[in-house]
């Protein structure tokens, strides 16, 4: 294993003091099996796949009911809580508290920005309405939304969004975020409900089981990344920072993410 790979060295040290251990393969990419049901597959920013190659491979184990993770080297590299909090919660380690001992109360920007930028792999995003679950006064669970007049589809036709959800680390709260969504509903009646699941992270199932509706998946993404600072640039930004000689295209490598799948919630009708 090479020097560039010693954060996948790292990351399953890091794994096993959390209780997470799994059988390392070389498939497309180094790929961590765990539990017979989870594919960990580690991407080395200065050793890409064929990314043609690793959607099939994908394609193949989601066809085994196998949940499949791209876990870029960046994203360890800078959010290593945030990556062990998601793996943990996927692999069930988590302490269960029953959703019916939670209440829903809304959440102010300045405890919403706290909680999304210290657990949420994107941190924290504005968003008009966000609601949280708590239990004995504490946040566990918090979900974001906006919402919009789409006239297109009616005179009073509300189209909403999910944009953020997360849990508090090591919590598993079974139905916690229908209930927060029944929340939002009962204060802003939508006549749908939309929002993505980032195929990098998730099979979309969660949201299937709530009763969204799968209605596309979107392009994969270019982003640009320091070779140094291992920073994450949307192609706008990179594009803005070259252009006003705030850095040079050959300090970064340019990658693409796995797209999104795009879900629709129906609510009511007017």
Partial sequence: MGLEQIWIQDFIKAL????VIGELKNLTVPTLIIKDKILIRLISIFNLPNFKD??????SFLNKNFLVINLWQDVWINKPEQVLYRIKYFVDLNKRIHTRKCTVMEVGKTEAKLFLDKYHLQGYVKSKHA???FFENQLLLIACFNNLI???KGENYLSAELIRFCTLPEVNIPGGLSKVI????ERTPFNDLMTYADRDWSNGHSF???GFNLVDKTDPVQFYINKDSFERLTENQYHLKINKSLGCAEDYIQI??????????NGIKY
């Fill in 16 to 19: 096993k003091s959390n209780g």
């Fill in 54 to 59: 690793l959607e099939l491979e994908k394609e």
């Fill in 131 to 133: 609601y949280g679950l």
């Fill in 150 to 152: 789409m006239k297109s």
């Fill in 182 to 185: 029944n929340f939002y509903k």
């Fill in 208 to 210: 299937q089981k709530l």
């Fill in 256 to 265: 693409q993410n796995t797209g999104n799948l795009k879900y629709i919630l």
